[in-house]
């Protein structure tokens, strides 16, 4: 059974740091590019980090420099540093599997910066 499952999440101020880890099961994790999705309140889900299965790294511009994607293989986890968080980060943050023909998701875990 795929399974997707997040943890991490959690209520911080602006400035702060999480670490959001995401453990995979049910498919063939070592072959697979892994990403990060959030989804702001009111907003679609958008991208904002992969990783590929070697480890090649992608980020989108608005966490560039704050966020830190890798992945452990022997532990089927992708994990996501987040430093320097902004109140725009808030969102629900999910783990995803880019498989073919469809994207794999979590459930989400939720990230909320303040003030």
């Known amino acids: 059974q795929v399974r997707l499952v997040e943890s991490g999440g959690d209520s911080v101020q602006a400035g702060g740091s999480l670490k959001l880890s995401c453990v995979a099961t049910g498919f063939p994790f070592n072959n697979t590019v892994m990403a990060w999705y959030r989804q702001a309140p009111g907003k679609q889900r958008a991208l904002v980090s992969t990783?590929?299965?070697?480890?090649?790294?992608w980020y989108g511009l608005d966490v560039q420099g704050r966020f830190t994607i890798s992945r452990d293989n022997d532990k089927n986890t992708i994990y996501l540093q987040m430093n320097s968080l902004k109140i725009e980060d808030t969102a629900v943050y999910f783990c995803?599997?880019?498989?073919?023909?469809?994207?794999?998701y979590g459930q989400g875990t939720q990230v909320t910066v303040s003030s």
């Open positions: 990783i590929s299965s070697r480890g090649t790294t």
């Open positions: 995803a599997a880019l498989t073919s023909p469809k994207n794999l």
